[in-house]
């Protein structure tokens, strides 16, 4: 018997100015305690209007989890490593790793930055970068529902990213009333952002635009379906789903650990000089998509 999920948890989260100053409006998705939201610790939906030459940001650490960065619109960074609309980065800070972000000019963006739990084996691997151009990532278009898939597997379609813990990551697109049914495995954590428009979850939940749709969630691996429709306007959402790790953690500024001892460690080798910057990890840990 197949599963249908349903919206457990509706909720709008709040909006605030955010630490990039004037013209940073910060949105924190993720309104739960971790026990309930694992394996995802922190999603931010970032939208900046910044009208002045002043440099804002700059390089800092992270360690412990992976950052999961989708630009949903604008542009962001200079060079090689420049994103535009749709542009998909996927960060292992594993054992340890700086990197920057520094905006130094005039800049409109809004993006969406995910910390994801690592497996505890894991914690300490070496750190990672993962980019996907919004053009290179798979894509499917049924029945008036348009699919592009960042992460794992989800509507026929599979990612190249490579995962630790295994995590779906799309945006879709409705049609006016246009419903889309497919599988999702019932013990993936689930939720949807809503980015415009409303949709229905199964029968019952309405979410509206900037609101969230936590999913009913299942111990085991039964087969369960999504089913999603939009309202008389449409809709755009992301989904995210992921494996919960079920595993304490201890969280301290840029950093997660399994101990307070290893918080403590992190900060030291950071202040040691002993974490590299994500520029400099191995050609082999560099991925282009």
Excluded: C
């Amino acid at each position: 018997m197949t599963i249908k999920r349903k919206a457990a948890w509706v909720y709008a989260p709040p909006s605030h100015p955010g630490f990039l100053g004037n013209g940073h409006i910060a949105r924190p998705v993720i309104q739960s305690d971790y026990e309930h939201s694992d394996p995802f610790i922190i999603l931010m939906d970032d939208m900046l209007d910044k009208k002045d030459d002043e440099p804002a940001g700059g390089p800092h650490p992270h360690a412990g989890f992976e950052t999961v960065t989708l630009l949903l619109e604008g542009t962001l960074g200079d060079g090689p490593e420049a994103m535009t609309a749709g542009d998909f980065e996927m960060m292992t800070a594993g054992k340890g790793v700086v990197h920057t972000e520094v905006i130094t000019k005039k800049e409109k963006f809004r993006l969406l930055q995910l910390w994801l739990n690592l497996p505890k084996k894991d914690r300490h691997a070496l750190p990672r970068v993962q980019r996907m151009k919004g053009s290179h990532a798979p894509t499917r278009t049924v029945d008036g529902a348009a699919i592009r898939l960042y992460s794992g597997s989800f509507a026929g379609l599979s990612s190249p990213i490579k995962n630790y813990t295994p995590v779906i990551i799309a945006t879709i697109t409705l049609a006016p009333g246009a419903t889309l049914t497919e599988a999702i495995p019932a013990n993936f954590n689930s939720f949807l952002y809503v980015l415009d428009g409303d949709v229905r979850v199964g029968n019952e939940s309405n979410v509206k635009t900037d609101e969230v749709a936590w999913l009913d969630l299942y111990d085991d691996e039964s087969a369960s379906q999504l089913e999603v429709t939009a309202g008389p306007q449409g809709a755009q959402f992301v989904l995210y789903g992921g494996l919960p790790q079920k595993h304490e953690i201890v969280s301290h500024g840029p950093f997660i650990a399994d101990s307070l001892d290893e918080i403590k460690q992190l900060y030291a080798d950071f202040r040691h000089g002993k974490m590299e910057h994500i520029l400099e990890v191995a050609e082999d840990h560099k991925f282009a998509y």
